[in-house]
């Protein structure tokens, strides 16, 4: 996670943190105080990078050449 956070890349950091929140919801010895609020960042996060992919996503769709259509000049 410090790589992560020291590279600058938020997606990165993103997956990191949430390798790090799901083993701790996971893990017994985790407080039952502790879990609704580690469950909920957990969702929060895995919001976080869908949003990243889907704009990611958006972005490479954009670069795409859109094909010119055929002249029809009895269009005129």
Known sequence: MTKAAADGNRRELLVSMRARVATAVEDPNTPARDLAALT???M???KDI???DAAAEQEGRGDEATPDEQWDGSAI
Do not use: T
Request: no cysteine; glycine share 0%; aromatic share 0%.
């Open 50 to 52: 869908e949003a990243i």
């Open 44 to 46: 929060e996060i895995a």
């Open 40 to 42: 909920r960042r957990l």
